[in-house]
Nanobody, 121 residues
Framework: VQLVESGGGLVQPGGSLRLSCAASGFTFRNYWMYWVRQTPGKGLEWVSASTYAGGSPYYADSVKGRFTISRDNAKNTLYLQLNSLQPEDTGLYYC???????????????WGQGTQVTVSS
């Protein structure tokens, strides 16, 4: 199993970024996928969850209305669109895979290396 995030960077407050997570080594469409971030202020924080086909995603209250999770099962890729970014969104963003195939558990047993998002003027 390999998860490789990309797309992070430095952006001004109010800006946008699109993160990607390329997955390999497992049947991507059979797993819920997650974005989790580690921030200086809150530590490790769950951000969003994608169901198998991407419908009815879940979001933390702190990002609801600003971030959008999506996936392309044909490309084995998970995305996170980050809009209206604020300094408190600064952190290392990880994608992670659910522990269980075809029956989500909300536990994550594989993680990528993370991509850094820095929001600063």
């Amino acid at each position: 199993v390999q998860l490789v995030e990309s797309g992070g960077g430095l952006v001004q407050p109010g800006g946008s970024l699109r993160l990607s997570c390329a997955a390999s080594g497992f049947t991507f469409r059979n797993y819920w996928m997650y974005w989790v971030r580690q921030t200086p202020g809150k530590g490790l924080e769950w951000v969003s969850a994608s169901t198998y086909a991407g419908g009815s995603p879940y979001y933390a209250d702190s990002v609801k209305g600003r971030f959008t999770i999506s996936r392309d099962n044909a490309k084995n890729t998970l995305y996170l669109q980050l809009n209206s970014l604020q300094p408190e969104d600064t952190g290392l963003y990880y994608c992670a895979r659910d522990l269980s195939a075809q029956r989500n558990s909300w536990w994550m047993n594989y993680w990528g290396q993370g991509t850094q998002v820095t929001v600063s003027s």
